[in-house]
């Protein structure tokens, strides 16, 4: 079974973000990243699978120069090999741009199974699986809790809201985009460190790229104090106050 | 003549039967990788001096037994002229016995002898009727045997003084003498009366610091010991080395909480193994399963152990093979993945130790400002209970004038890394840590926790990292020792020596004095000072939920509560929170505090006279306000 993983590479929790001077991304230059959670767990369910099912898993990531650290990160962990969509225009790249240039490199490859975290934890759009899956022409489903193979087909569980969950049988070749927490990691062994020095990285050119959307503003939430003094009697500044509190405030129904 | 031929006849075929079996085992010696050390070469003259000659090791922890051990040991030394001499006389090379200087050695032999006798007699009872839990189920026959011919040896020495060397009886007593010797030749290599010929070196080769386990050669592609080639040098010679004394096994907090571990076990597991050639086999294979995770490192084994062998090498560099496969436990990988993502064992992001550094009104260091660089470490970042214990011990450094800062940033040391045998992840965290070290141009670190100061002040001069490393219980006995604190009561307490501190760095004065000092009168543990029994938190044991046996934790716990002290005080992070749950689920009303903080109490007592009135919970003073 060929699975493909796409990882993407995010800001770390740890940095302090700021807002650059346009206002409409962040100052990344001094920044540190990481490799975007829900995707690592996309990366351990498809070792997990090839463990299961043998084959081989494909890591690919789209974005500028320093993203083939977290496809190192990938090697290291036991992805066999690496596709590597290298482009700056891919900095702050909206959902459709990256989905195409993930397609771009995956088209030819013919996977059985393709994986994605369920979305970044950065933009969080949870929407470069679902359209990857539209541009291969393939079946998708979404916050996969569990993944089963067999004989040629697919069995997936999906978590609804309110505590619900759902299976569904579907054909392969699919995308399925993971959700966090549902597997044990694994870390990063000596050993698979070393090997993935020796592993091969394909650089892929990126396709046209046409961004559907623009970021036209990105701000920290603003902290407003409004104090507003409600006059009047008592009993008509109480109901005065909860209808505010009710309407408008909305934090009592 | 006849009888010269004999002897020579007997000699070569017990010495050859000797030269085999020894070459066996040296042949696997000598195959095995590593270099020996022999860094430090006054501290290790001293140490043989102290350990062998002197036998000092062998009597600190078994007085009885281990001083009638040097009794024969001594008795042994004594003799090796005397024998030498004999054996040129049966070879008929040589015959010394009539001089004068010969007669006067055999009558000083005399006290040596009877010393000798009695020693190994005491030894013989003890081994077959006392028979101790360190020492084995069964009686092993052989060391009875080897009891008797000392016995005999010693016997036939004696009786020379009255029978007529020509006579029949003397002829006799001689050949018996000098038989029981050839015998002896032949069993001790297959034996563990081969630590007869080996300890001496593997005293001498034993690292000075206890528990150094070198670093991983990456470029040469070294992933630790995955099977049985992979083990040193000293490994295979400390593995024909064991007297099987037992001595490891009884001190091991694991052994004597019911788990399978057994440190002598380990090394007479890797003897056998060797012995059967099978160099191919896997460790998980060549001792039991489990083992290798349940050591806590607390060093118990490897500083008990007389005849001068590392277990600690021996466990981590087995772990180290594991988990450079991926074979580590769940819940040392969940560790690692924070360390990899967060730079901390908890996987938290480092907001919280922004703002403990605000909240406490710590400067940035600056070493043109600073005389120390505290380093908070996970626990200090992190953890409710140790910040406050650190509160404290900023109060004192204020007090007394100290100028300390702390790092903007920190990442965890490496301790449970390089302890549960992750060298990769150690070292990555580690030339960070140093990176930043050097760029703040700090010569003085001072740390609150053990672990860190075994790290820094250690690990991390494999790196050429050489600034002082100081345990707070040791700066603040120190700045201290002027002030006078007001003290009226006087409360019992009991203190827990941390393995890292009082094992490892041998800190066991300062944190006593500093008790004694503020009005502690410190109620000794069974297991203290130098040989505390661990608190189970060690080796990366602190993030395992599902301890087989009793908890190590409740044990110490017990052990602290039988003092009839109302108040633990600890002076390690990790410690207190094993010991704090082990509290918890005893169900005691046991106090526990830092040490730093039951000094500081006491400090701020002393400088405000107005809470001069005698409280009998002063040592659990809580933090001053920031
Ligand atoms: S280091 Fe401590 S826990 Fe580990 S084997 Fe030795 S005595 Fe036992
Ligand atoms: S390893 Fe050392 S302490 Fe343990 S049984 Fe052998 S000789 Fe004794």
Redesign the interface.
């Known amino acids: 079974m060929k699975i493909a993983v796409c990882v993407k590479q995010v800001v770390s ?2 940095w302090q973000l700021r807002v650059d001077e346009s206002n409409t991304w962040i100052r990344d230059q001094d920044a540190s990243y ?1 490799l975007n959670e829900p995707d690592a767990y996309a990366l351990e369910e498809a070792l997990r699978l090839k463990e299961r099912h043998g084959g081989e898993v494909v890591v690919c990531s789209a974005g500028p120069a320093r993203v083939s650290q977290v496809v190192r990160e990938a090697l290291a962990r036991g992805a066999d090999r690496a596709l590597l969509v290298e482009d700056d225009r891919l900095v702050g790249a909206d959902a459709f741009a990256t989905a195409s240039a993930l397609a771009a490199a995956l088209k030819d490859e013919r996977c059985d199974l393709v994986l994605t975290g369920l979305q970044s934890d950065d933009s969080g759009f949870a929407q470069t699986g679902v359209v990857l899956a539209e541009t291969l022409g393939l079946p998708h489903a979404t916050i996969i809790m569990e993944v089963q193979v067999a004989d040629g087909a697919l069995r997936v569980k999906r978590e609804l809201e309110g505590g619900w969950f759902q299976w569904i049988a579907m054909p392969m070749p699919a995308v399925l985009t993971i959700q966090s927490g549902i597997n ?11 090997a993935a020095k020796k592993k091969d990285v394909k650089k892929v050119a990126a396709p046209d790229l046409a961004p559907q959307h623009e970021i036209v503003r990105l701000y920290f939430p603003e902290k407003a104090k409004a104090t507003r003094l409600i006059d009047g009697a008592p009993a008509d500044a109480a109901k005065e106050l909860v209808r505010l509190l009710r309407d408008e405030a909305r934090v009592i129904s | 003549m006849i009888e010269t031929l004999i002897f020579w006849a007997l000699c070569l075929g017990f010495a050859a039967s000797f030269v085999v079996q020894v070459w066996r085992r040296l042949r696997l010696v000598a195959r095995a990788p590593g270099r020996l050390g022999f860094d430090r070469p006054a501290l290790r003259v001293r140490r043989f001096l102290r350990d062998v000659v002197f036998q000092s090791r062998t009597i600190a922890g078994r007085p009885l037994a281990g001083f009638a051990h040097a009794l024969v040991f001594w008795g042994f030394v004594a003799f090796a002229g005397y024998s030498s001499t004999e054996f040129l006389y049966g070879l008929g090379l040589a015959d010394l016995r009539r001089t004068p200087f010969f007669e006067a050695y055999a009558v000083a032999l005399v006290p040596f002898a009877t010393a000798c006798l009695v020693g190994i007699l005491y030894l013989l009872v003890r081994r077959v009727f006392a028979r101790p839990a360190g020492l084995g189920d069964h009686v092993s026959m052989e060391s009875v045997v080897i009891a008797i011919f000392i016995a005999a040896l010693m016997i036939t020495f004696l009786l020379r003084f009255g029978l007529a060397d020509g006579s029949v009886a003397g002829r006799v007593n001689w050949w018996t003498h000098m038989l029981v010797i050839l015998a002896f030749l032949a069993l001790i290599p297959a034996s563990k009366h081969l630590h007869l010929v080996l300890s001496p070196f593997t005293v001498l080769l034993k690292s000075p610091v206890l528990g150094t386990v070198p670093n991983l050669d990456f470029e040469k592609e070294e992933v630790g010991t995955e099977t049985l080639k992979d083990l040193s040098r000293k490994q295979v010679l400390d593995a024909f080395t064991c007297v099987e004394c037992g001595r490891c096994q009884d001190n091991c907090p694991a052994f004597g909480s019911g788990k399978v571990l057994n440190p002598k076990k380990l090394i007479l597991d890797s003897q056998d193994a060797l012995l059967e050639g099978a160099l191919d086999r896997r460790v998980v294979e060549v001792y039991d399963e489990g083992v290798l995770w349940q050591c806590t490192t607390c060093g118990a084994c490897e500083s008990q152990c007389p005849v001068g062998i590392e277990h600690l090498p021996l466990i981590i560099g087995a772990r180290r093979g594991l988990v450079s496969n991926g074979e580590a436990p769940d819940y040392l990988g969940n560790v690692y993945n924070q360390l990899e993502r967060r730079g901390n064992i908890w996987g938290l992001t480092y907001e919280a130790r922004q703002k403990f550094i605000e909240s406490a009104g710590l400067e940035i260091f600056d070493a043109a400002k600073h005389e120390y660089l505290v380093w908070l470490g996970c626990a200090g970042a992190f953890e409710a209970d140790f910040q406050k214990a650190l509160r404290a011990l900023f109060d004192i450094l204020r007090a007394c004038g100290v100028r300390f800062g702390v790092l903007a940033r920190e990442r965890c040391t490496g301790d449970v890394a390089k302890r549960s045998g992750n060298e990769y992840m150690f070292q990555e965290l580690a030339t960070q840590n140093i990176e930043d070290f050097r760029a703040s141009g700090v010569t003085k670190i001072l740390t609150s926790c053990p672990h860190c100061l075994k790290t820094i002040g250690d690990d991390y001069r494999r790196f050429g990292f050489d600034a002082d490393v100081v345990h707070s219980s040791v700066l603040v006995a120190e700045i201290t020792r002027g002030l006078e604190p007001n003290v009226a009561t006087v409360e019992p307490v009991t203190f827990h020596d941390p393995c890292y501190l009082g094992r490892y760095a041998g800190h066991v004065d300062e944190p006593r004095e500093l008790l004694e000092r503020f009005g502690g009168s410190v109620r000794e543990p069974d297991r203290t000072r130098t040989n505390p029994f661990c608190c189970g938190a060690g080796g990366g044991l602190l993030f395992e939920e599902k301890e087989e046996g009793t908890r190590i934790s409740d044990v110490r716990f017990k052990q602290l509560q039988a003092t009839g002290a109302g108040t633990v005080v600890t002076a390690c992070p990790f410690c207190s929170i094993m010991l704090k749950g082990a509290q918890a689920s005893a169900q005691a009303d046991t106090e526990f505090v830092d040490l730093m903080a039951f000094v500081n109490g006491r400090l701020q007592k002393a400088a405000d006279p107005s809470a001069g009135a005698p409280s009998a919970s002063a040592g659990a003073a809580p933090p001053a306000a920031p």
């Open positions: 929790r740890e990481e044990q990691l694994r870390y990063a062994t000596l050993k698979g460190i070393m």
